[in-house]
């Protein structure tokens, strides 16, 4: 219950959840590629400073205690942090000088029961790192994925903004997919 809480106070908002939080990194520039699936927060600190671009992925955003020493590390504001938390949130974007922080809600469509998902996608673009946070497994950055580990096209020759804008481009164009899977229903 968030009531009488002070602004700022991480309280996770939204489907209830008991699975294990998965945090994976990949870190890279035009010459160097690696992937790694992490145990703990605190093995993403060293990437906060790096020269390499560095995409810092959350699954899962119901351990609010992750969420809150990530956005320590990372200097997150509180109340972006407390927005990252309540999964309500409307799509934004906000430039907060050091970092950009986004919301969006990512649309997957369930072929089994034909229904359509929506989940929050928080992202905070740094000067030289990506965090997304998800509420779950399963996306659609896929195809980023592979871009990044088969170096395909402009994206490993490109900074973090770059990646940021793919990211953002790539839920956005997967609206379509839905659409024509809704499409096809009708």
Known sequence: NKVGLPPGTLVHIGEKRTEKVRITVIDYDESKFEEQEVDTVEQ?????????????????????????????????HPLVLEDIVNTGQQPKMEDLEQYVFVILKMLLYDEETKEILPEQVSLILGPHFVITFQEREGDVFNPIRDRLRKAKGRIRRMKADYLAYRLIDTIVDHYYVVLEKLGECI
């Not at 671009?53 to 609010?64: K, L, R, Y």
Request: hydrophobic content about 40%.
């Open 44 to 76: 993403c600190f060293p990437f906060k400073d790096t020269p390499t671009v560095t995409w810092i992925n959350i699954n899962g955003i119901h351990e609010v205690e992750i969420i809150e020493k990530i956005g320590k590390h990372f200097e997150i």
